[in-house]
């Protein structure tokens, strides 16, 4: 059973950063893709930023130059670093990885908000 946890998440203020971590369970190279999804209250879940198993990184229009997408193999964990935060970038954020099917973490409430 493959699993996901997230943490990193918190209450920041507009124009703050904070980095989420994503550990998995196993190898992450063993995936076709890992990467993080968003919901806000109200709202559908939507994606944020993916990295490939060869390392081909993609990221949401809204979120690039701000949110970088990155992994570290030999801790098996996911990264988003995520720089100069926006209200409207609240949301509980979700980790995934891609195989055959989809794992899902829990996922990690950020709130931004002066």
């Known amino acids: 059973q493959v699993q996901l946890v997230e943490s990193g998440g918190g209450l920041v203020q507009p124009g703050g950063s904070l980095r989420l971590s994503c550990e998995v369970s196993?190898?992450?190279?063993?995936?076709?893709?890992l990467g993080w999804y968003r919901q806000a209250p109200g709202k559908q879940r939507e994606f944020v930023a993916r990295i490939s198993r060869v390392g081909i990184t993609n990221h949401e229009d809204s979120v690039k130059g701000r949110f970088t997408i990155s992994r570290e193999n030999a801790k098996n964990t996911v990264y988003l670093q995520m720089n100069s935060l926006k209200p409207e970038d609240t949301a509980v954020y979700y980790c995934y990885a891609a195989l055959q099917t989809i794992y899902w973490g829990q996922g990690t409430q950020v709130t931004v908000s002066s």
């Open positions: 196993g190898s992450i190279l063993s995936f076709n893709a």
